[in-house]
């Protein structure tokens, strides 16, 4: 079992900031990916973005210069830091964790940005 629990979510004026933290924990023994997806109401779940056990980052397009995700492999951590945010980035944010071709999900964590 992998159990994954995310935190730091919350309303945020436009232009605001924020930062997701996600710990991972149970039987982790060779991460792949761990990430960030985003479902708004009436949406589809949608990428935000990930992050591999060497490094490597990928993000959408829509959060490309305000969103940075980083992470602290020992920990079994993930972090994404959202600026800028804008009315549109209001969704629940759901951390990801890849392992072995298995992919858990948390229970998310609600970030409304609205003035």
């Known amino acids: 079992q992998v159990q994954l629990v995310e935190s730091g979510g919350g309303l945020v004026q436009p232009g605001g900031s924020l930062r997701l933290s996600c710990a991972a924990s149970?039987?982790?023994?060779?991460?792949?990916?761990m990430g960030w997806y985003r479902q708004a109401p009436g949406k589809q779940r949608e990428l935000v973005a990930t992050?591999?056990?060497?490094?490597?980052?990928k993000y959408a397009d829509s959060v490309k210069g305000r969103f940075t995700i980083s992470g602290d492999n020992a920990k079994k951590m993930v972090y994404l830091q959202m600026n800028s945010l804008k009315p549109e980035d209001t969704a629940v944010y759901f951390c990801?964790?890849?392992?072995?071709?298995?992919?858990?999900w948390g229970q998310g964590t609600q970030v409304t940005v609205s003035s």
């Open positions: 992050r591999t056990n060497t490094g490597f980052t």
């Open positions: 149970g039987s982790i023994f060779a991460i792949n990916v």
């Open positions: 990801n964790l890849v392992q072995e071709s298995r992919a858990y």
